[in-house]
């Protein structure tokens, strides 16, 4: 079993819905952080977070830390969203270090 | 601000070939992280540095992978010799560190064959 799982692993809708991204892990943990990768390969981090909830335009992350849970919420959901999602964590293992486990991914298509 | 820089963007080679792979943090940066991404496996850490020192390089494969991070603007990536299995996109990033939230910046990436 991996140390992070996200669900769904693909997820198509329509332009504007509501979208959700799951992430679950097993370790406990010190960080946990959203990445967004476009078609093209590139790699932006959406968010950091350790606590509570983040949000950022359309973009909203929350984590609940006891349930070991983090979602990932687009709201009015644009073609342009349309990327893969990987959520990756920081092991509270080892003080200070900051390696990151990284989830397989959600692959999101939104169809104009 | 460039952004993370990395070079080169794409490279293919011969089995048995020496490979670099060269990454240029973000200005004022000083924790600096590699990994690399494949169809099979995802993004895997490799190694990261702060201050330019190596902290955790329990994710480089074997010795066949090396870095180093000679100064703070600079940092490289090395396998000899390369593998058709080393294939795979390799990706830079950086950070402030202990700047607390705050996130890493990817580089473009380099995407690695190896015939």
């Known amino acids: 079993k991996n140390e992070v799982e996200q669900s769904p692993q693909n997820l198509t809708a329509q332009e504007g819905e509501f979208i959700t991204i799951n992430c679950s892990y097993s370790?406990?943990?010190?960080?946990l952080h959203w990445l967004q990768q476009h078609p093209g390969g590139g790699i932006v981090s959406l968010f950091m977070?350790?606590?509570g909830k983040k949000k950022h335009g359309r973009l909203i992350a929350t984590i609940n830390i006891q349930e070991k849970h983090s979602s990932l919420h687009i709201t009015a959901s644009h073609p342009r969203d349309s990327a893969v999602y990987i959520c990756?964590?920081?092991?509270?293992?080892?003080?200070?270090?900051?390696?990151?486990?990284f989830g397989t991914g959600t692959r999101l298509t939104i169809i104009p | 601000d460039a952004g993370v820089i990395q070079s080169p963007r794409h490279e293919v080679t011969e089995m048995g070939q020496e490979v670099t792979l060269r990454c240029k943090p973000i200005?004022?940066?000083?924790?600096l992280f590699w990994y690399r991404q494949t169809m099979m496996r995802g993004l895997e850490l490799l190694i990261y540095?702060?201050?330019?020192?190596?902290?955790?390089d329990s994710g480089m494969p074997e010795d066949r992978f090396s870095a180093k991070m000679p100064n703070a603007s600079f940092s490289t990536l090395k396998i000899q010799p390369s593998e058709p299995r080393d294939s795979a996109v390799y990706f830079c990033?950086?950070?402030?560190?202990?700047?607390?939230?705050?996130?890493?910046?990817f580089g473009p990436g380099t995407r690695l064959l190896v015939l």
């Open positions: 990033a950086s950070r402030h560190l202990r700047q607390e939230g705050e996130t890493q910046y």
């Open positions: 370790v406990g943990i010190s960080a």
């Open positions: 977070l350790s606590s």
């Open positions: 990756a964590v920081i092991g509270r293992s080892n003080f200070g270090n900051e390696k990151l486990t």
């Open positions: 200005s004022g940066h000083n924790s």
């Open positions: 540095f702060n201050n330019n020192v190596p902290i955790d």
